[in-house]
Each structure stands twice: as C-alpha cells, then as structure tokens.
C-alpha cells in the first residue's frame, strides 16, 4: 500500500511539474494593437449583386499572431494587457474587391513606436490575389492579410531602427500609448 501511495504521488508530481513547465512566460518583445472599429464595424465586399460583410481585426489578429510570432519570438495583442514590451505594432487594415478583375486588395499598414511611445517607423504591405468571390471567401480574405502581413514583416527585418528597438530595454504598460493613437475615421466600403 505504501509503494502504491509512492508510485502515485511521483505520477503526480510529474504530471504537475510537465504542465508547469508547459506554460512557461516567453518575453513579450512585440505588441500589437488593432482599432476596436475594426473588430465592431464590417466592411462590405461587393459583387455586382453580391455582397459579403467582413469583420478585419479578427482575421488581421490571426494573421499577425501568426507572421509576426514566427519572425520576432514574443508577441502579444493588446487586449491581453502584456506586462511589457520593447515595441508597439498599430496594424490598420484595409480590403477591397475588383469584380471585373476577380481580384481581392489587400492592404496593411503597420506604425511602429517604442513602447514608450515614440515613433518608429511605418511599413505597408500590399497585397492582389485572384479568387472567386463566392469560392471560400474566408479562406481567401485570410490568405491576403498573412501575405500581407508577410511582406510588412520583411520590410521590419530589413529596417535597422526597427532592429535596434527590439534590442533595446523593455518598457512596463507598453499598450497604455495605444490610448493616445488617433482614431481613424469610419471606413466606407472599405475605402479610406
């Protein structure tokens, strides 16, 4: 009874240990911030007689967490309050579709300050893609943002003051800036 005891409390013990190591805490060194209109407010794609209304920051947020976590290690939106970071990222997205051309738009700028506050610099990524309007729509809208994306963390990369930020000390409440952002005006059919 005494070896089982023992044998279950080590299964134990190990199981807890695995699951804290698990969850360790990787340094934010990236924090991204998107509007709340682009989460609240749809934009409308149309075709002809079509119509499909989109919402950018959720598939902007995936596609960012995605690009941007892969090239620069620790990153983290806003809306989970990180502890500190070295740079801001405001993401500001912009879509369109041409019917006649069968082509989606897709359009993202990225402003970069240091967390606290000053400016770095602004990169945008543009983006065509050939796609059916009707034909997994989300699919392809998601495809555009991470290309975008793609091409706007390149132009980090290569860019030496975006470089030394990341190297420099870290900053507590990096997204308490974000706040003083000037809000951009309600986009009309994606136009702005």
Same mark, same amino acid.
């Given at each position: 009874m005494i070896n089982f005891k023992k044998?279950?409390?080590?299964?134990?013990?190990?199981?807890?240990?695995s699951m804290a190591s698990a969850h360790e805490v990787v340094?934010? =060194?990236?924090?991204?911030?998107?509007?709340? &209109?682009?989460?609240?407010?749809?934009?409308?794609?149309?075709?002809? +007689?079509?119509? *499909?209304?989109?919402?950018?920051?959720?598939?902007?947020e995936t596609a960012a967490l995605?690009?941007?976590?892969?090239?620069?290690?620790?990153v983290e939106m806003c809306d989970a309050k990180p502890n500190e970071s070295k740079v801001l990222v405001w993401l500001r997205p912009s879509m369109f579709y041409n019917p006649q051309m069968r082509t989606f738009y897709g359009k993202v700028t990225a402003v970069t300050y240091t967390a606290d506050g000053?400016?770095?610099? =602004?990169?945008?990524?543009?983006?065509?893609? &050939?796609?059916?309007?009707?034909?997994?729509?989300?699919?392809?809208? +998601?495809?555009? *943002?991470?290309?975008?994306?793609?091409?706007?963390?390149?132009?980090?990369?290569?860019?030496a003051k975006f470089q030394a930020a990341l190297k420099a000390p870290s900053f507590s409440s990096p997204c308490a800036t974000a706040s003083m952002l000037p809000e951009s005006k309600i986009k009309f059919m994606s136009i702005q």
């Open positions: 044998a279950l409390s080590a299964v134990i013990f190990l199981m807890l240990s340094p934010t =060194s990236v924090a991204v911030y998107i509007q709340a &209109q682009d989460y609240d407010h749809p934009i409308r794609l149309r075709n002809y +007689s079509q119509g *499909y209304w989109i919402s950018q920051g959720p598939m902007l995605d690009v941007l976590g892969a090239e620069f290690g620790g000053k400016p770095i610099a =602004s990169y945008v990524g543009e983006v065509a893609k &050939q796609a059916f309007f009707d034909v997994k729509t989300d699919m392809t809208l +998601s495809a555009v *943002y991470h290309s975008a994306m793609l091409v706007v963390a390149g132009k980090m990369k290569a860019d």
